[in-house]
């Protein structure tokens, strides 16, 4: 991976972000590497190989979605910290089963482990109130709403 390819993903992200509201996933994400790396050291080098081989290539060479791929990375992130399933909020607040990324949606995996937080894989433009609520307790662990 040259730093050529990765400026080129990083263009084709900041590109996307901006042309769609999104947020940048990339701060929690490295949160999630820096957890992988003290409790899992074969997922964290399994993750910067992906990043390396598979996620910045396929951005820079536009075969994927910037923001798309990067949710794919996030939610392969989660998993390989803790194992669970991975859902998709919509602004009603309903969950779906996660299939694809939908960037109108507050993207959360639910790990196994009981009494284990939520991890935050993708964030809507804006989260509704519904989004927010269950942002609040499930990733948060807040036992009251805002007012």
Known sequence: ????TTRAADEALEAAIQASGARDPREFYRERLRDLKDSNPDGYRSA???????????VAGGTEPPL???TEYGRMLAETLSPGRT????????AHPYESPDLDRLVLHLPD????KALLVGLPPELSSA???TFDVLVAGKQRLRS
């Open 48 to 58: 910067v190989t992906y990043y390396r081989e598979t996620l910045i290539p396929a």
């Open 68 to 70: 798309e791929a990067w």
């Open 1 to 4: 991976m040259s730093d050529e």
């Open 87 to 94: 859902v998709s909020i919509d602004a009603s607040g309903r």
């Open 131 to 133: 989004q927010r609520a």
């Open 113 to 116: 482990q009981k009494g284990t």
